[in-house]
């Protein structure tokens, strides 16, 4: 590993003590402060200084903790230490396990990493062969040897990475991912990205637009068409961007044809809310507020799950924990681009409405709410049961509806392309 990913992975561990040493002082001064309530007036000398001990161990003990964590990350930085980049990629991109638990780790606490400049927070990047593609026009040309003129971007969701996309059907048979298909059956190049899915969906939806706009410009062919596929969070940010990239007037926008969403809760996601529900009922009392603290401590971006929030506007000047409350503004789609949806639930009708596919309700990635409705046509999506939310990564019914609204009448008038199915991204 090079230094500065030793250093940070100690300020990661630092900063997960710190969290853990808030939650114990938090109930202990909640459960402490409930007895000398209980005791009455009497009680207040004992109280302060009860009160004054506490606070100063704790804060002993998280200095000291924190500081031999960052200490120890030094001592390991210098003997152990490899500053050769190219060394690092082989260690890294050679073992999905360890790209997966990064991408778990930005998903929950990314925002934080961010902020901290810890060298483990992802940035938003092209990856092919499971290494990142730098933005020119050489490495460009030499990722994609065999570009075409129609390009699938594939955006991941919550806490994966661009490997999800090669899931394995649970139905036992052998199918390769949607983008190596779609390069085969209707001659698109798929891109595949990775990024931090622990910042607001709005920061990763305009640096997707800045990407895009910047590869449609390196792109070793003219770039004819355009079409963005979305799981869960990914197909959030495919919107956000398109709203960025119009708002912008950025070019590539105009060559967008399809977006489709595979169960993206544009109305939010039930699991996320029921946490919002829980750490603010645990605020209420003084021995549980640590564990609200705790739940409190989730990225910004799964916080954007609850109600489907897509623009800075939704989040800004806001309390990020306060009670349901729905601020999410309306985003129109692309007028040049036909949106797409694909709902599921993971069990009959009446269940699966309550339920969905575990984590996004059939309601809520269709678009159909209440008190609002994103305008997707019933035409241009699909509705499954018996599908658990990851069975949208790689399923034979969905690849099916993508060939036929990706591929329209000139599905038929294109030949297969040069490069052969690959077992890896």
Request: glycine share 10%; with cysteine.
């Amino acid at each position: 590993m090079q230094r500065h990913e030793i250093r940070s992975l100690a300020d990661l561990a630092g900063e997960g003590t710190r969290v853990l040493t808030t939650l114990v002082r938090d109930m202990h001064s909640g459960i402490a402060g409930r007895v000398f309530d209980a005791v009455g007036p009497a009680s207040r000398p004992v109280q302060v200084i009860h009160d004054t001990t506490a606070a100063i161990t704790y804060q002993v003990v998280d200095a000291a903790v924190r500081g031999s964590l960052r200490g120890a990350g030094a001592v390991a930085a210098e003997a152990w230490g490899n500053d050769d980049p190219e060394a690092v990629q082989e260690t890294v991109q050679a073992h999905p396990a360890t790209s997966g638990a990064i991408a778990a780790v930005n998903g929950i606490y990314g925002d934080e990493l961010a902020n901290r400049r810890n060298g483990f927070a992802l940035t938003m990047q092209i990856h092919r062969h499971r290494r990142p593609v730098a933005m020119t026009a050489d490495a460009i040309a030499t990722a994609f040897p065999a570009a075409t003129g129609r390009i699938v971007v594939f955006v991941h969701g919550w806490c994966l990475s661009e490997l999800s996309w090669w899931r394995r059907p649970r139905t036992g048979d052998i199918h390769h991912p949607y983008g190596i298909r779609l390069r085969t059956d209707l001659g698109f190049t798929p891109v595949y990205l990775r990024y931090n899915t622990g910042l607001h969906i709005s920061q990763n939806g305009q640096s997707l637009a800045d990407l895009l706009n910047r590869l449609q410009r390196l792109w070793p062919v003219e770039v004819e068409e355009v079409a963005l596929v979305g799981h869960s969070m990914g197909g959030l940010v495919a919107r956000s961007a398109c709203h960025y990239g119009l708002r912008h007037r950025q070019p590539w926008t105009g060559n967008v044809r399809h977006v489709v969403c595979l169960g993206s809760p544009h109305l939010g996601a039930e699991l996320e809310k029921g946490v919002n529900v829980a750490s603010w009922a645990l605020a209420r009392l003084p021995e549980t507020r640590g564990l609200a603290y705790f739940l409190n401590r989730r990225s910004a971006g799964v916080k954007d799950l609850r109600f489907g929030a897509l623009l800075d506007e939704d989040w800004r000047d806001c309390d990020p924990d306060e009670f349901l409350q729905d601020r999410c503004n309306e985003v129109p789609f692309l007028p040049d681009a036909v949106h797409h949806f694909v709902a599921t639930s993971a069990a009959p009708r009446a269940v699966g409405l309550l339920v969905g596919d575990s984590l996004v309700r059939p309601r809520s990635a269709a678009g159909r709410g209440r008190s609002r409705h994103v305008p997707f046509e019933s035409a241009h999506g699909l509705t499954l049961t018996g599908l658990h939310h990851f069975d949208l990564l790689n399923h034979p019914s969905i690849y099916e509806k993508l060939l036929e609204w990706l591929g329209g009448a000139i599905a038929s008038a294109l030949s297969p392309a040069p490069d052969p199915p690959r077992s890896e991204p």
